[in-house]
């Protein structure tokens, strides 16, 4: 019997012949660009279906590339991969440096930010954080993407960013902003009037000026806030997480809050207001010097609770007095530490506190 065709013709390419939708499927299931574009070895209808993929992916320190090639090339590789695309629109852009790579000049991110904004129509994942010396702080505009829905920068502390005079960025749904610098105000308009779709915002960022930051958003419902502000003004109805640190002052009018955590060393009610709140709460984090602020609440279907008593009568003395009112809670959640020779009065006490909570978890480190 005479073998089938394909078997006699052994060098045939069965997979060449897919169209370039699926031929995108396969590329995808790669760990990176840099291997996709690898394919363009195998003939030469491969050559450039990479350059059509609708995820770009670079990744300095892939596993695939031995030896690991200089920042440098990798730089130079990235704005040759993104001249070479040809798609209109991209739905995934990736660019991962390791922290031990080289400085990314702030020109070389302002380009690859450009291009985003031209093509991107999804979600966009800048993570160039790196070691060493760096002399002065480096500045760019942050280009409008007015078609992508979550960006995430994680950049440098002497990274500037600047808002574009117009635009917004209709489309965004989460933001994440870390390690960079911002003006204060500029951040405030970024999320009150350019972001109208925002709905997840994280923030751990310098901010060059300790000028006031003000956030009006109809649509946020997560902010996590870590930034050197002198006073920080939230109104926003359907916020329901919320997480602060490094603020000095703050006014808060969330009616719908479910989750906090307030990191702040010490809590100051005069300082510190949620002036608009449930009385009940899903989840509260606090410290021991910002127990105070259990009072605002009612209940809390879960309460942690981070400890730690300074020694002497004063400080135990202190400990009681800020926990002489409290919410009722259902699971009790306490990291303590605590001196060995405290703990068991301490936790006496609590548990006298919170006589109906129904589970409770324990996490001490020994203070001695």
């Known amino acids: 019997m005479e073998p089938p065709a394909t078997s006699r013709r052994g060098t045939d390419d069965l997979i060449s012949g897919l169209p370039d939708e699926i031929l995108h499927c396969v590329l995808l299931l790669l760990p990176s660009t840099a291997a996709a574009a690898r394919t363009s070895l195998l003939s030469r209808r491969w050559r450039h279906v990479w350059a059509h993929m609708p995820e770009l992916v670079f990744s300095w320190g892939d596993p695939q590339d031995d030896p690991v090639p200089a920042s440098s ?13 040809s798609a209109p629109t991209l739905r995934r852009l990736e660019i991962h440096m390791d922290i031990h790579a080289s400085l990314v000049p702030a020109h070389r991110i302002a380009r690859w930010l450009r291009f985003a904004s031209r093509r991107l129509a999804g979600r966009l994942d800048l993570y160039l954080p790196a070691l060493g010396d760096e002399e002065g702080s480096q500045g760019f505009d942050l280009p409008v ?15 500037v960013f600047r808002l574009p005079l117009a635009g917004s960025f209709a489309a965004l749904t989460n933001l ?30 310098t901010l060059a000026d300790d000028c006031d930051v003000s956030i009006r958003s109809e649509s946020l419902v997560s902010l996590f806030y870590y930034a050197n502000t002198g006073k920080l003004e939230i109104h926003t109805p359907f916020l329901e997480k919320i997480s602060v640190s490094l603020v000095a002052e703050a006014y808060i009018v969330a009616p719908n809050l479910k989750k906090v955590a307030w990191h702040d060393d010490p809590y100051d009610p005069s300082r510190h207001q949620l002036a608009v709140v449930n009385r009940h709460l899903q989840r509260l984090w606090i ?31 202190s400990f009681l007095k800020d926990t002489d009112k409290v919410p009722a809670c259902e699971t009790l959640c306490i990291k303590s530490w605590t001196n060995p020779h405290a703990f ?3 936790m006496l006490h609590l548990l006298g506190r919170w006589r109906c909570t ?11």
């Open 73 to 85: 090339v990798f730089h130079d590789s990235v704005d040759a991969a993104l001249n070479a695309y």
């Open 358 to 368: 129904r589970k409770l978890k324990l996490y001490v480190q020994n203070c001695s």
């Open 287 to 317: 410290k021991q010097t910002s127990m105070l602020r259990m009072r605002l609440f009612d209940t809390v279907n879960e309460l942690r609770l981070d400890l730690s008593i300074s020694q002497g009568v004063e400080g135990y003395q």
């Open 176 to 205: 994440r902003i870390i390690l960079s610098t911002m003006n204060g105000g500029e951040l405030g308009r970024l999320v009150s009037s350019r972001c109208p779709c925002l709905r997840k915002l994280f923030v751990l960022v």
């Open 145 to 159: 993407c007015e078609r992508a829905t979550e960006i995430k920068l994680f950049l440098r502390p002497k990274i």
């Open 344 to 346: 068991a009065p301490t």
